[in-house]
T-cell receptor, first 110, second 114 residues
Framework: KNEVEQSPQNLTAQEGEFITINCSYS?????LHWLQQHPGGGIVSLFM???GKKKHGRLIATINIQEKHSSLHITASHPRDSAVYIC????????????FGEGTQLTVNP | SQTIHQWPATLVQPVGSPLSLECTVE??????LYWYRQAAGRGLQLLFY??????ISSEVPQNLSASRPQDRQFILSSKKLLLSDSGFYLC?????????????FGPGTRLTVT
C-alpha cells in the first residue's frame, strides 16, 4: 500500500500570504493528484501531474519524483481559497484507484 | 464533459433501516466508477470500484454492497444500517488513459444514521 502523508494538517493564513502544502508518498508512482474539497463537501480535481510543475491561476503544483514529494502553492491567498486540500496517488495494486492523504484544512482570513 | 449525479443529497436514516444511494454519469461510456466514504473529520476511503457492468470490487469488508446494473449507473446499498455508516458518500469516475487519468467527483450524499 502506498502511504501518503500531508503537512500541515491545519493552516491558517492572512489574505495575500503565500501558502505551501506538502505531500510525501512512499512508493514510486506515475502521477499525483491534488484535490480541493469545499466546505459543503464537493471535491474538484486541481492538478494531475507526473513531473515538473503545473500552474493554474494562482495555484502551482510541483512534484519531485526522485524525492517522492509534491507541493501545492497558492499565491496571493484569498478567503475563497479556504478549503481542504487533498493529495492522492495511484494505489500500488491498481493504477486506477487512489490512495488519499488525510488532507490539509486551509483557512484564509480577510 | 463528464457529469456525475448523486441522490439524495442528504439522508437521515435510523439504525437497522435499508439504504440505497444512486449515482449516474453522463458524457462518457464504460467509465471506471468508485464509491468513497468520508467519515467526519477523516480522509477519503475507497469502498467499491467497478470497471464495467456487473463487475464490482470491494476494498474493505463492511455492511455495504454495490451494484452496477447499467454502464452509467452505480448503486450503493445496505440491508441494515449501522451508526458507523454515517458519513459523506462520494461517487467518482476516472477519465482518460490510465495511469494519466483525471478523477471526477459527484456532489456527494451526506448520510446520518440515528
Amino acid at each position: 500500500k502506498n502511504e501518503v502523508e500531508q503537512s500541515p494538517q491545519n493552516l491558517t493564513a492572512q489574505e495575500g500570504e503565500f501558502i505551501t502544502i506538502n505531500c510525501s508518498y512512499s512508493v514510486g508512482i506515475s502521477a499525483l493528484h491534488w484535490l480541493q474539497q469545499h466546505p459543503g463537501g464537493g471535491i474538484v480535481s486541481l492538478f494531475m501531474l507526473s513531473s515538473g510543475k503545473k500552474k493554474h491561476g494562482r495555484l502551482i503544483a510541483t512534484i519531485n519524483i526522485q524525492e517522492k514529494h509534491s507541493s501545492l502553492h497558492i499565491t496571493a491567498s484569498h478567503p475563497r481559497d479556504s478549503a481542504v486540500y487533498i493529495c492522492a496517488v495511484p494505489s500500488k495494486s491498481s493504477g486506477s484507484r487512489l490512495t488519499f492523504g488525510e488532507g490539509t484544512q486551509l483557512t484564509v482570513n480577510p | 464533459s463528464q457529469t456525475i449525479h448523486q441522490w439524495p443529497a442528504t439522508l437521515v436514516q435510523p439504525v437497522g433501516s435499508p439504504l440505497s444511494l444512486e449515482c449516474t454519469v453522463e458524457g462518457t461510456s464504460n467509465p471506471n466508477l468508485y464509491w468513497y466514504r468520508q467519515a467526519a473529520g477523516r480522509g477519503l476511503q475507497l469502498l467499491f470500484y467497478s470497471v464495467g457492468i456487473g463487475q464490482i470490487s470491494s476494498e474493505v469488508p463492511q455492511n455495504l454492497s454495490a451494484s452496477r446494473p447499467q454502464d452509467r449507473q452505480f448503486i450503493l446499498s445496505s440491508k441494515k444500517l449501522l451508526l458507523s455508516d454515517s458519513g459523506f458518500y462520494l461517487c467518482a469516475l476516472a477519465g482518460g488513459p490510465i495511469p494519466f487519468y483525471e478523477q471526477y467527483f459527484g456532489p456527494g450524499t451526506r448520510l446520518t444514521v440515528t
